[in-house]
């Protein structure tokens, strides 16, 4: 079989010259791992290459990196250090920031020595890899994120039976799921070449510096459809029913607080009588709103996490879509623009710690004795107040002038201070209970 030669497009992609109008149409070629460098020809807009842009670039894919690791370390850390993190639920908060430090850690580095080298210098067998690794990890989020919203759809629309339906076992059988669906379109497909032409198997080994991953659109449509679109249905649809369930138990909460206290004090009946009984009903019904509150706010904050989730990676899935179904010759895109789509995608890894830390007080309090926080603020309120009471000394009596004071003029001080407070009247038992029925609810 003889191969075309091989020119360069607009992005630098590899064009068949001599390949047959139905060939061009089921290619459909998209850079998951973009930089000007992925063909023998090198761009050459100085603008771009200039040694301040590299080192700008350097600077923030450097500090992705480093916010990401240490962040998703902090959570994991947490979780299993504090005991009150260890929780079932966040199983798949752990899950979820381990797939974002492997990002960090496996994915980002050598998307970044593209970026700034110009090409790739890993070999060929690293590329697979890390293609695969950037399929598998993406994956593997956005799947934590659709367990994660069935966790809490179960937690709140069915909260009493939520320990027996979510077992250990079951988050097991879950998060197994969720890495072995994720390894089954990313590595399987990548390392015995299911997802490319032949053309491009081709290129590839002749052009061990270059690591594009050009797909065909079966795989593109299968991909796509089991690693985002359908997760993100079944998220919207979870957090859409979360929503008014929560509301709907609200609203029904706050009825029976008040039509309780409406008919204790309908009777003649004080709340606040010797037993305590005509209590419990409301104190009652306040634990539950209460429980329920911190079910809807972690409900809330899963669902910030999704919402960055989905501003961080639907930008890049809608041109994957697009360039999937209509191929890079007919809707090309700037070599910039993908780099961008890319790293904002790779920037949701650094942000779910900081969503942790903003919305969940467990998390933040978690992240504080981690880093010493307390420490150093115990230490500051210390010196404050040694230096509070220097100055109190020096601007009154020494603590030996005080010691030696007659005790009944300090006494005596004391009585004329409280002496000289007006006193409260008094009310009989009779007098109190009618002024306590009778004050509005």
């Given at each position: 079989m003889e191969y075309p030669e091989w020119t360069s497009s607009y992005l630098n992609y590899p064009v068949y010259d001599n390949t047959d109008s139905e060939t061009r149409e089921t290619l459909s070629s998209y850079r998951l791992h973009s930089d000007s460098n992925l063909t023998s020809t090198n761009i050459t807009d100085e603008s771009v290459n200039s040694p301040a842009v590299t080192v700008l670039k350097s600077l923030v894919f450097v500090t992705?990196?480093?916010?990401?690791?240490f962040g998703n370390l902090l959570v994991i850390i947490s979780v299993f250090r504090f005991e009150k993190l260890k929780i079932i639920a966040n199983s798949f908060i752990v899950s979820l920031a381990f797939a974002d430090l492997l990002v960090a850690l496996l994915v980002m580095p050598f998307n970044a020595s593209m970026e700034i080298a110009g090409r790739w210098v890993f070999g060929r067998i690293m590329c697979d890899i890390f293609n695969a690794n950037d399929v598998l990890f993406s994956t593997a989020s956005l799947l934590h994120l659709c367990c994660i919203s069935m966790d809490r759809y179960i937690a709140i629309t069915d909260p009493f039976q939520y320990e027996l339906r979510m077992t250990r076992k079951r988050v097991a059988l879950m998060l197994s799921c969720a890495w072995g669906a994720s390894s089954?379109?990313?590595?399987?497909?990548?390392?015995?070449?299911?997802?490319?032409?032949?053309?491009?198997?081709?290129?590839?080994?002749?052009?061990?510096?270059q690591c594009t991953?050009?797909?065909?659109?079966?795989?593109?449509i299968i991909s796509s459809t089991i690693s985002f679109w359908t997760p993100t249905f079944i998220m919207v649809f979870t957090y859409v029913k979360i929503?008014?369930?929560?509301?709907?138990?609200?609203?029904?909460i706050y009825k029976q607080i008040q039509t309780t206290r409406s008919s204790k004090i309908g009777n003649g009946v004080s709340p606040r009588n010797r037993n305590g009984s005509c209590q419990s009903d409301t104190s009652q019904l306040t634990n539950e709103r209460k429980k329920l509150k911190k079910e809807h706010k972690a409900a809330k904050t899963l669902g910030i996490i999704m919402g960055a989730f989905l501003f961080c990676w639907l930008p890049f899935i809608i041109w994957y879509g697009s360039?999937?179904?209509?191929?890079?010759?007919?809707?090309?895109?700037?070599?910039?623009?993908?780099?961008?789509?890319?790293?904002?995608?790779?920037?949701?890894?650094?942000?779910?710690?900081?969503?942790?830390?903003?919305?969940n007080r467990d998390f933040r309090n978690a992240f504080k004795r981690l880093l010493g926080c307390n420490k150093i603020r115990c230490s500051c309120s210390m010196f404050r107040s040694r230096c509070c009471s220097r100055d109190t000394n020096r601007s009154?009596?020494?603590?030996?002038?005080?010691?030696?004071?007659?005790?009944?003029?300090?006494?005596?001080?004391?009585?004329?201070s409280t002496s000289s407070s007006p006193r409260r009247p008094s009310l009989s038992k009779k007098s109190y209970e009618a002024v306590h029925i009778t004050e509005p609810h």
């Open positions: 992705i990196m480093v916010s990401a690791v089954l379109i990313s590595h399987v497909p990548i390392h015995l070449g299911w997802y490319t032409t032949p053309e491009q198997r081709y290129m590839l080994q002749n052009n061990e510096d991953f050009i797909v065909n659109r079966i795989y593109g929503f008014k369930e929560a509301r709907r138990q609200e609203r029904q360039t999937t179904m209509c191929g890079e010759e007919r809707c090309p895109t700037p070599a910039i623009v993908v780099s961008f789509l890319f790293w904002l995608g790779y920037t949701n890894s650094a942000l779910n710690p900081v969503i942790y830390a903003f919305f009154t009596l020494s603590r030996k002038d005080f010691t030696e004071l007659p005790c009944r003029a300090v006494t005596n001080s004391s009585r004329s």
